[in-house]
DNA sequence: AAATATAGACAGTGACACTATCGATAGTTA
DNA sequence: TAACTATCGATAGTGTCACTGTCTATATTT
């Protein structure tokens, strides 16, 4: 497959794929001379789930590199998890200072009977969100951790169910990517689905 | 306050400020001559607010403003659900043509027994990351639907249940904004917490 | 009166994600 | 085999975003 095929058959424009190339996101293609080179379905893959992370993830291209080259990195299956843990589109390096935030979030780890190491990005990030909460105002909202909490038992355990039915360990890092970078999305979309009708059944349930 | 105090009490610079007066971010403020201005508190919380949308809810500042404006707007209180639904980060004016996405979703409504209008923005984002798995050849990703739009519907629950704790119909709309645009994120940190909890007790349970 | 601050206008910056152009080949077609 | 098209790699340019800096004319403070 030449340049101008990967192109067409991957819908993104041959400057991009340059520039994907040049920001190392793209395998090494087999070269046949040096200024021409093959390229297979793996490329056009690649691209389709560069494209899928980056428009509908909303992950930087910095992001998509990092998390790639974790994907690929030959990972114990039984941490396969953290490949895409660092996926998280407003996670910066907070301190781990003792916040009200990391608080909240310690106990609620606590509570749950969870183990998670310090270092579990979510856990910097649920804990900003609490943070912010509390700056804005709305302690009231640290009244939805229980309930949150529970669900997203429910969804890590459905998680889990659907990477053990991956054949091949690549399969079950690209899963993990692939389910929780677009499963944060997806989730997001149900949430905003579910609130609309139980603000119906809660504010007009009249016409039944 | 003048304009160096909120800068200093809010933690935005002065440039920013006015950089987010430009963009109509804030409400008037009270003119005491043709340049100067005096300030409060409510341009304290709004900048507060602001930075916690972009900041942590990764929002931009054009979303923002939308997302303000609606939520000033005078919206029947059954519906303040829909003031920041439109708040998605991926959110794109899609057609609402039929894909695999879509009627996989709809049969989602179905099953659930969701009322949920068309043009729910939710709607068109969980269709789109269900064509995103479709294309990736991550079809069997689609069985986390039912376990996720459960764990949804426990989320929605919650967050009306915390909207309903609102005294006035102004604190309503920010509660919206604010418990939905933050609380994907929060929602994102804690699955991932539940991700790496599960993957120690389904892939190293042996320490007990 | 001098020093500092403010409003408003507008230009500039740096990061990001491409996009365009170029010269040196290489393959393809007539 | 000559003309034409495509490719590679390098480099430069574009448009957007979210600020940031500078400037002028006032206004306030000391």
């Known amino acids: 497959m030449k340049m101008s095929e990967l192109s067409e058959c991957s819908g993104v424009s041959v400057a991009s794929i340059k520039f994907y190339q040049r920001e190392e996101l793209l395998p090494e293609a087999e070269r046949t001379s040096p200024n021409q080179a093959r390229y297979d379905s793996n490329h056009v893959d690649r691209l389709r789930l560069i494209r899928a992370l980056v428009d509908v993830g909303g992950l930087s291209v910095a992001t998509v590199r990092e998390v790639l080259a974790a994907a690929e990195a030959d990972i114990p299956l039984d941490w396969a998890m953290g ?96 389910g929780t970078v677009l499963g944060d999305s997806l989730f997001a979309g149900l949430r905003r689905m579910a609130q609309e009708d139980e603000a119906h059944r809660q504010y007009a349930p009249v016409q039944a």
């Open 83 to 178: 490949v895409a843990q660092h996926a998280i589109p407003g996670s910066v390096e907070l301190p781990v200072e003792s916040t009200r935030g990391v608080a909240e979030i310690d106990r609620v780890t606590e509570e749950m009977g969870w183990t998670v190491s310090a270092d579990n990005p979510g856990r910097g990030m649920a804990a900003r969100v609490i943070d912010s909460y509390v700056q804005l105002d709305h302690e009231e909202l640290l009244s939805v951790l229980p309930a949150y909490s529970a669900a997203a038992v429910m969804v890590a355990r459905t998680d889990l169910a659907s990477i053990a039915l991956q054949p091949s360990r690549l399969r079950v890092s690209e899963t993990v990517v692939v």
